[in-house]
């Protein structure tokens, strides 16, 4: 009898849980119709009472939950705590409108504490049912460019309401251009998005670029695990491929690693932002929070966007050094990528260990080998050259053009600085564009191919690419058989891999700079090509064409932004069936150059 009252509590919380999902994305959606596109009083007075009642009705499941797993000490079932704390947040707001306000200034009271209820349900729902690829066979690399394509079409949805606008609403094909964008971590821009969006379609665009930046299955990974408590072996190793770690056992930590180093960061750049922008925000007619919290996130994540006319060269905040500073620091940091911020933590935990233990103890040090990987000291390494040289030839090229109206040295190396490593996928500026001379445009062009690190919220080929294949020249050059660098050789597989990966940009440059010739023959080809190596690099940084494009180059910019953000070789791989090759080999043959 027990174990048959037992199966039943199963099935009833199974039940309430599909529930509560059903009814939590109806609310949603209930949610963005009254907040994004109703504008009719009666139908608000609906869709108010609809998402009330709903609401209400959470807070009553909810405590029946964590009543039924806690004093019956139902274990297989397993004690949500996610459960019992929403249930207290619920009860918390229905205290406050009910019996009148228990917070100050009756806070609580507002209707959006309703919306972040419901939202938080659906969130944790979706989240326990996230890990259900046991059921189905999935390609990894088919499941990231679903999940992409997926949030591109999500963001196009949301970006068609009504009320994401000041006026009229955007074509399909702005909504969909700037859905991609954001996802893509792209930063280009066909609309002001300070004067055509209004604060709830900066929001939506904002969660756009921050799911787009650590990818929506690192997310659904995340709090699959946190609030279900368990991550089965056929996600593990899903999860093993899409986060390129070695071990199997260590995908939870790196998956609770990447949300906590991210969160960590963008936390600490709004801070930063919003004490220095102090002075300015009046000036900018901005919501200050909001303001630090959209460029922080946009920064880390390599986006580009801005709710300031002229972003970072708004005449308010072009001479905001401190400003520029923290801008550049956090897409840097964004861009090195999550494996050298992990391995970078893993050697100052080591040699703070060891100080502690030598000043405490008096004991000798304890030495290990390689604690920087090889693949940490080749991105630190050609990250840093790639900064110094982007940094010294802008200044060198611009001093007496864009750079003549900052007066102090101090000011020049500040907007060198950031403008020799804003190609590499982030998209700020803080100097008119149009205005740049032609080797400057040729310069950032070969720094947007390039891009980011691996692992990391950027875009293009990548450091780890572009040093493969200069190491390969200078080895080649030099007579060698073999690629070596750091005492380490480079394995034949890495190098395949690279010239595949610059061969397939060129061919994904080349199609984009061939069609929009072909919509958008009228334009200037610097300006096209120049945007075709933004998209593909998902940089963000454009001449001024692309809001003046026909809707078929927004198309192909758009295509060209989700391959360069999804990786053309992944994309292939995703897309071609496997094949079982025959173990065989032909004799060699060399080939003539």
Same mark, same amino acid.
């Given at each position: 009898m027990k174990f048959l009252e037992d199966e039943k509590l199963i099935k009833g919380l199974k039940y309430t849980d599909l529930f509560m999902l059903y009814v939590s994305l109806i609310g949603s959606l209930f949610i963005l119709v009254h907040v994004g596109y109703n504008s009719d009083h009666q139908v608000a007075y609906f869709l108010s009472a609809t998402i009330k009642v709903i609401f209400y009705g959470f807070a009553f499941l909810l405590l029946l939950k964590a009543i039924l797993r806690f004093f019956f000490k139902y274990q297989k079932a397993g004690f949500q705590y996610t459960d019992?704390?929403?249930? %207290?947040?619920?009860?918390?707001?229905?205290?406050e409108r009910t019996f009148g306000p228990v917070s100050a200034d009756a806070l609580f009271r507002q209707g959006e504490w309703l919306f972040v209820g419901i939202f938080a349900v659906l969130l944790v729902e979706i989240s326990k049912n996230s890990l259900?690829?046991?059921?189905?066979?999935?390609?990894?690399?088919?499941?990231? #460019? $679903?999940?992409?394509?997926?949030?591109v079409l999500l963001g196009t949805a949301l970006l068609l309401l009504p009320?994401?606008?000041? =006026?009229?609403s955007l074509s399909f094909v702005d909504a969909l251009f700037m859905a991609t964008s954001a996802v893509c971590i792209t930063g280009l821009s066909v609309v002001d998005i300070s004067s055509k969006f209004s604060?709830?379609?900066?929001? #939506? +665009?904002? $969660?756009?670029?921050? +799911? =787009?930046?650590?990818g929506i299955m690192t997310f659904t990974g995340f709090f699959g695990y946190f609030f279900s408590g368990s991550f089965s072996y056929k996600n593990q190793l899903m999860y093993t491929e899409l986060l390129s770690e070695k071990k199997l056992g260590s995908v939870i930590n790196t998956l609770l690693k990447i949300i906590l180093i991210t969160f960590s960061v963008e936390a600490l750049g709004t801070i930063l932002i919003y004490f220095y922008t102090a002075d300015v925000a009046n000036k900018l007619g901005v919501n200050h929070l909001f303001f630090s919290i959209f460029h922080a996130v946009s920064s880390f994540c390599n986006a580009g966007f801005s709710i300031i006319p002229g972003g970072l060269n708004h005449e308010e905040l072009r001479f905001h050094y401190p400003l520029i500073w923290v801008s550049s620091f956090l897409f840097i940091f964004g861009g090195l990528g999550f494996g050298i911020m992990f391995n970078s933590f893993t050697f100052i935990k080591r040699w703070a260990i060891n100080i502690f233990i030598r000043v405490v103890y008096g004991k000798p040090f304890t030495y290990k080998a390689w604690v920087i990987s090889f693949?940490?000291?080749? $991105?630190?390494?050609?990250?840093? $050259? +790639?900064?110094i040289f982007g940094t010294l030839s802008y200044m060198l090229l611009e001093y007496h053009h864009t750079l003549a109206e900052h007066k102090s040295l101090a000011g020049k190396l500040t907007t060198s600085f950031l403008m020799g490593a804003s190609p590499r996928s982030a998209g700020f500026n803080s100097v008119p564009m149009e205005n740049l001379g032609m080797p400057t445009v040729v310069i950032m062009m070969l720094l947007m191919w390039i891009g980011a690190s691996p692992?990391?919220?950027? =875009?293009?080929?990548?450091?780890?690419?572009?040093?493969?294949?200069?190491?390969? /020249? #200078?080895? +080649? /050059?030099?007579?060698?058989?073999?690629?070596?660098?750091?005492?380490?050789?480079?394995?034949?597989?890495?190098?395949?891999?690279?010239?595949?990966? #610059?061969? %397939?940009?060129?061919m994904g440059i080349g199609l984009a700079f061939f069609f929009i010739s072909l919509t958008d023959g009228d334009k200037s080809i610097q300006s096209l090509a120049f945007e075709c190596f933004s998209a593909y690099g998902t940089t963000g940084l454009s001449l001024g064409v692309t809001p003046k494009l026909s809707n078929g180059g927004k198309m192909v910019l758009a295509a060209s932004m989700f391959v360069g953000r999804v990786g053309a070789l992944t994309l292939l791989v995703a897309l071609i069936k496997e094949t079982t090759f025959k173990k065989y080999r032909y004799p060699q043959e060399q080939v003539l150059f």
């Open positions: 019992l704390l929403l249930g %207290l947040y619920c009860w918390f707001i229905v205290a259900f690829f046991d059921r189905f066979y999935f390609n990894p690399t088919l499941l990231f #460019v $679903i999940s992409f394509l997926f949030l009320k994401v606008t000041v =006026g009229a604060m709830f379609g900066q929001g #939506v +665009l904002l $969660i756009l670029v921050q +799911l =787009g930046g650590l693949n940490s000291r080749l $991105i630190a390494w050609t990250s840093v $050259i +790639l900064l692992a990391s919220t950027g =875009g293009g080929i990548k450091t780890t690419t572009f040093a493969v294949i200069v190491l390969n /020249v #200078v080895s +080649l /050059v030099r007579g060698k058989d073999r690629v070596e660098v750091f005492k380490r050789e480079i394995s034949t597989d890495s190098l395949k891999r690279a010239s595949t990966v #610059v061969f %397939l940009s060129f």
